[in-house]
């Protein structure tokens, strides 16, 4: 049945295995109770009624409200702790999840979907708390229910009990019939809503593409067409519904209209009694009703399982290199950075993204990192940071190969600007802070102004307090870069890279931080990925990458005047400009 | 669970998160939602009602054929013939309500779904009609929520709510009428319960509700947090915050656990309350029902029947409950889709609206104000005279103008003062579409759709051949890449896919733009970075497009700056000088510095 991810899952839940126990033990006293209502019903009228004895009316009056006060206190307790069960658990498994997350090393996420993790930890962590809550007492409880049932429909009447069961293997195969066909109709509806969404979403985001070339028109049809798909895989399932539900209705109608008939005649022939009768009628619904709901339980069993096993896939994921045992101390680098030799391959890829590269940065010094996309600037930083292991080849820092370093510490010393400016769901300053949480406010308004940043964050309403993200306000990419490399310079790194960081910033913006970040670096390592020259052509060294390799190296002054080199026809694209500027008027600069 | 670190200042990450709060009534939106059921009325409607009745009819007469006719008649005179009659009676009136239900069900899914889908289309057909400052002002998450979550919302409240009110309405009445034909005294002495059962189907679920609503705001958060989580964890990780993000999970996760365990004991009252009142009825049954009986007031059948009854009291008093959930849900939910219906285009097509046919592409601003909200002036009194196939750069800081005057242009939104003209004619009588067919514009983040290539390009002119979706790629110097891909123009892209670089993605634009044909050409410079070798590729597509076209440009490059016809420079909404490269270099002015200082910069460093 493939318990072995339940039991692979078993740390989640099982150290709350006590609110489970309650929750069954409580269960067992509620089905059971369930059952004597009947039983009841029955006493009173053959007993009572029928007899004569009107004066044990009040004992079973009492008796009966005392065992209902009893049920009442059984109900919530198994309902609550069989919640809490649940609940607890996932707690718990939300925990491990999120420390994974965060752990979890990069290559998982090169290949990872954000969709497909969010459903992960939300639908799957529900539907294995769905089970977990609901759907394993109600197994257990359509065992006892129907248990009980049964055992006191025999106790009353073999024939007449043998005759309502009759009924039930055709409730059963209906109910197994419509759980086949109801199943993939759901699974329609979800993916056309899923569709739906994305239809919206592309529509609302493009929003401004559709309005300028005005394809309002096209786009509602568009819409259209999922819309009305929608309906109609809706409307499917309603007539699987419509065709299933009425007919299990039926059958359980007709169990009673078959009691009635052989349950009359036994009455009027004196081999049942009319209270016996009329608990039949509550009995035989006790057993139809949980086979009515079986698919539906065993529906929640199958899904969980599904669950659970991707649940697993995440939490089997190794963690990073140190994980979460990591030093808590940090040693503070020079800042010498060599690579030898190096050659990196990132996973599921047949080519090499970095091929035999050697350099060493001195402290104080600027390595220009400039090439097409997809060269292979990004894979050196990524590795400087130790975020992949290389192939082959040799990282060293301050002499040590990086290894010897806790990741911690080659991560506090390393201040990175990356290429997507992402910025968290908070107030500006704690954005500029992410990196150095306890940071003074004077220091966090000293690293935005060499970020060029204080001028603009000053204007805003709320200033270094402005919400930024989800429902906050919005910034342009300029000013995105701007606050991360503010969060970058507030670590006080001793190597910072800047991937592309200031592509979205005017030049004479970039100028500025430029000269800011030379004050800063005066004794740090900085690595520069730029695709325009001017970003990085003040570097000591400058490696143009092609191909995963080092095709040219050396300064600015150097590389131009390689006359037929890859660097020079990057600089005469960017700077036949200038001549033209000038030439109409015969000024130079 | 408590977290032990004390948190030293306010949480690292801020999520919005509202209020839980009930409405009040309001029967107006309640009226205004129900319209939607108009169309229906005549049709689906009243046969719904109809299987309805037929079924609720049947669930009311069983109990008496059982109870009082077989018990007090057919058994007690052991009478076998009145047996059977009943027995093919009964069976007789399954059989109509199973004929019954399946057409209720199928009938009421139909109203409910069309009715939604009719809400849905105009919701969505209402918001491509809105201006440009509507979307400003939301993000495309909170817009999506309203098509997608709040309509949905309603489909329980259409499909199953209206019909069900009527039915339960009815089954409750049958019920306490056909007991008080049979025996008024035993039917007030149940009736004690009806208050406690609507008492806790109203009070105590409303109670839970507002539990599970807080459940709700925190897994929001939660969930929030976590997507934010995985698009951010580069950054997490080059800051080595992964301890500090996970003390702050723990403190979400902590409270969605409180949140959700009061919740749950407040949830699980709920069944022992209604079986208590049940058991209550019960016991009220059979002490003064055997007292009836004793005193020959009542019969055993009579007896039997009001057990049936009693056990059906409690479904139609909780779907009751259910509704009115459903009803404040669906309140909540039509707010809001009333509130996007409600909004207006704020560019207002004039009913005899000018059509453009064919136009020489000369645009006026005369005297232009604008403003995007009441305390800041974006555009102040801005005159421009653009000649029929010009190329104009507008050059200035961020927020100095520029896109501004090129979403008037578009008509995106209307000039708060002055007039901006194109040909002569005034834009605000002219009709919309015919102005967009001639104007173009191309944005600076090119938008993706998911389709492939070829549809993607032919989003310019969705009539165009596959031909002329080729020759377009060719003449930006696309088609070169585009055949490069596994499948060619027939390569499905999406929006955040990494099929295509930047680079890649502008020149697509381009071949969209050009797919479009228009008169004027309003063109938003990428400011990504783009590698050199791309980078002139875009130049020379560039040219191609602007071939022939009036286009305003809203420049980052200075070739592109350099070529234009005319470079309009502003700061703060206001021009600060125009004219060709030369004339602006000459003049040594705000431009002059610009230029100089750009290069000054490049060798100071």
């Known amino acids: 049945m493939g318990l072995e991810t339940f039991k692979r899952l078993k740390d989640f839940y099982w150290p709350y295995k006590k609110y489970f126990y309650w929750s069954i033990l409580t269960l067992i006293l509620v089905s059971g109770i369930t059952v004597i209502y009947p039983m009841v019903l029955q006493f009173t009228i053959d007993e009572i009624i029928i007899k004569g004895e009107y004066s044990t009316v009040p004992y079973v009056a009492i008796g009966f409200i005392l065992l209902m006060v009893i049920k009442g206190a059984a109900t919530y307790t198994h309902q609550f702790y069989g919640d809490l069960f649940g609940i607890r658990s996932v707690y718990e498994l939300r925990e491990s999840l999120y420390e994974k997350l965060q752990f979890l090393p990069f290559d ?75 199943h993939p109709a759901f699974r329609g509806i979800r993916k056309s809503m899923a569709n739906l969404n994305t239809k919206v979403q592309e529509n609302i985001s493009g929003i401004n593409t559709v309005k300028s070339l005005s394809r309002e028109d096209f786009e509602i049809n568009k819409f259209d067409t999922s819309n009305e798909d929608y309906k109609s895989q809706y409307l499917t399932t309603s007539h699987i519904w419509a065709k299933y539900f009425p007919v299990m209705e039926l059958i359980g109608n007709l169990s009673v209209v078959l009691l009635l008939a052989y349950g009359g005649y036994l009455v009027i022939q004196g081999n049942l009694t009319a209270g016996e009768l009329v608990a039949f ?217 800047l991937d592309d960081a200031t592509s979205a910033v005017d030049m004479e913006t970039e100028f500025r931080i430029q000269k ?6 005066s004794d740090r390592t900085t690595f520069i990925i730029a695709h325009r020259i001017s970003s990085l052509k003040h570097a000591d060294e400058i490696l143009v990458l092609s191909n995963g390799k080092v095709i040219e190296r050396g300064t600015h002054e150097e590389l131009i005047h390689q006359e037929s080199g890859a660097y020079r026809k990057i600089y005469d694209i960017q700077y036949q400009d200038k001549d033209k500027v000038f030439q109409m008027n015969g000024q130079g600069v | ?73 057919a058994i007690k005179n052991k009478d076998t013939n009145l047996l059977v009659t009943l027995i093919v009676a009964i069976a007789g009136l399954y059989l109509l309500s199973w004929g019954a239900n399946t057409l209720r069900i199928k009938w009421m899914n139909y109203l409910g779904q069309y009715v939604i889908y009719d809400i849905r289309q105009h919701l969505f057909k209402h918001i491509q009609r809105l201006s440009h400052r509507f979307f400003d002002q939301r993000s495309a998450g909170s817009i999506l929520v309203r098509i997608i979550n709040d309509v949905n919302s309603l489909q329980d409240l259409f499909t199953n709510g209206v019909i069900n009110v009527l039915m339960d309405v009815i089954l409750l009445f049958g019920i306490i009428v056909i007991m008080f034909i049979y025996s008024p005294e035993l039917t007030l002495a149940i009736m004690v319960i009806l208050p406690l059962m609507f008492f806790i189907s109203t009070s105590l679920r409303k109670k839970i509700r507002r539990s599970w609503q807080v459940v709700r705001i925190k897994q929001a958060k939660l969930n929030s947090h ?40 407040q949830n699980a009252l709920f069944r022992p309350f209604v079986e208590m009142s049940n058991a209550i009825g019960t016991v009220i049954l059979l002490w003064f029902g055997s007292y009836l009986i004793q005193g020959g007031a009542l019969d055993i059948g009579v007896f039997v029947t009001f057990a049936f009854y009693l056990g059906m009291f409690w479904e139609p008093i909780s779907r009751l409950g259910q509704v009115y959930n459903q009803l404040l849900v669906g309140m909540a939910s039509s707010e809001r889709i009333f509130e996007f219906l409600d909004e207006k285009p704020n560019v207002h097509e004039k009913d005899n ?232 270099m000459e003049a040594e002015g705000i431009y002059y510095h610009l230029v100089v200082s750009q290069f000054k910069m490049l060798d100071a460093i």
Request: proline share 3%; glycine share 8%.
């Open chain 2, 226 to 265: 976590l997507n934010e989580s995985i698009q951010g964890i580069r950054v997490t990780k080059s800051y080595t915050q992964e301890e500090e993000n996970m003390d702050f999970f723990n403190g979400v996760n902590n409270e969605t656990y409180d949140s959700w365990k009061t919740a749950t004991q």
């Open chain 1, 108 to 182: 998982y996420y090169d290949n990872a979907k954000t969709g497909d993790l969010m459903s992960r930890l939300t639908a799957d962590v529900e539907g294995f708390r769905f089970f977990l809550s609901f759907g394993f007492s109600q197994l257990i409880n359509f065992v006892l229910i129907i248990g009980f049932s049964l055992s006191v429909m025999f106790f009353y009447s073999v024939p007449l009990a043998l005759i309502t069961l009759c009924m039930m293997p055709f409730l059963a195969i209906v109910v197994y019939k419509f759980d086949k066909e109801v």
């Open chain 1, 281 to 497: 009628f509550s009995l035989v619904w006790y057993i139809m009703g949980p086979i009515m709901n079986l698919g539906f339980i065993m529906n929640t069993f199958s899904q969980s399982k599904a669950s659970g096993e991707r649940l697993l896939e995440v939490l089997d994921e190794q963690f990073e290199m140190e994980g979460k045992d990591r030093e808590l101390e940090t040693v503070r680098f020079h800042g010498e950075v060599k690579f030898k030799n190096v050659t990196h391959r990132y996973k599921n890829e047949k080519k090499e993204a970095l091929k035999d590269i050697s350099f060493i940065a001195k402290p104080g010094q600027t390595i220009g990192l400039i090439g097409a996309t997809g060269s292979g600037k990004t894979s050196i930083t990524q590795l400087l940071s130790r975020f992949y292991n290389p192939e082959s080849g040799k990282i060293k820092i301050d002499g040590k190969p990086l290894e010897d370093y806790s990741l911690r510490t080659i991560r506090k010393n390393i201040g990175t600007v990356l290429q997507e400016s992402f910025l968290f769901s908070s107030t500006i300053k704690d954005n500029i802070s992410y990196g150095n949480p306890y940071a003074e406010m004077d220091d966090i308004i000293n690293a935005a102004k060499r970020a060029q940043a204080h001028d603009f964050i000053m204007e805003l309403p709320d200033g270094y307090d402005t919400i930024l993200g989800e429902r906050g306000l919005g910034l342009s990419g300029g000013q995105k870069q701007r606050i991360s490399i503010a969060r970058a310079i507030l670590i006080d790194p001793t190597i910072l890279i």
């Open chain 2, 353 to 584: 609206a000018y059509s453009f046919s064919t136009i020489k592409g000369e645009i006026e601003f005369k005297n232009v104000e604008f403003s995007y909200n009441a305390d800041r002036k974006a555009l102040k009194g801005i005159d421009l005279t653009i000649q029929g196939g010009q190329t104009v750069a507008l050059v200035g800081h961020t927020g100095s103008g520029k896109t501004t005057i090129a979403n008037l242009v578009s008509r995106f939104y209307d000039p708060t003062s002055g007039a901006v003209e194109i040909d002569g004619k005034d834009l605000k009588d002219v009709n919309l579409a015919s102005l967009r067919e001639k104007v173009s514009v191309v944005l600076q983040d090119t938008f993706i759709f998911s389709g492939t290539i070829k549809e993607n390009i032919r989003f310019g002119r969705p009539s165009a051949s596959d031909e002329e979706v080729q020759n377009a790629a060719k003449a930006v110097g696309a088609h070169a890449f585009i055949e490069r891909l596994s499948n060619g123009y027939e390569t499905e892209v999406e929006e955040r896919g990494n099929v295509l670089s930047v680079g890649e993605r502008q020149l697509l634009s381009f071949a969209r733009a050009l797919l479009a044909d228009p008169d004027i050409l309003i063109l938003d410079e990428a400011t990504a970075s783009i590698d050199t070798e791309s980078e002139q590729k875009i130049q020379r597509a560039l040219k191609t497009l602007l071939n022939g076209r009036t286009a305003i440009i809203i420049a980052h490059r200075l070739s592109t700056i350099r070529e234009a016809d005319n470079i309009v420079v502003l700061d703060h909404g206001e021009i600060m000088e125009q004219g060709s490269h030369a004339e602006l």
């Open chain 1, 516 to 521: 800011a970040l030379k004050e800063v670096m």
């Open chain 2, 1 to 73: 669970m408590q977290n032990d670190q004390q948190t030293k200042k306010t949480p690292r990450f801020k999520y919005s998160s509202e209020q839980v709060i009930d409405k009040p009534f309001n029967w107006g939106q309640i009226i205004r939602l129900f319209q939607y059921m108009k169309p229906y009325s005549k049709n689906l409607l009243p046969k719904a009602i109809i299987a309805m009745m037929v079924s609720t009819a049947v669930r009311l007469v069983v109990p008496i054929f059982i109870g009082v006719l077989t018990f007090d008649h």
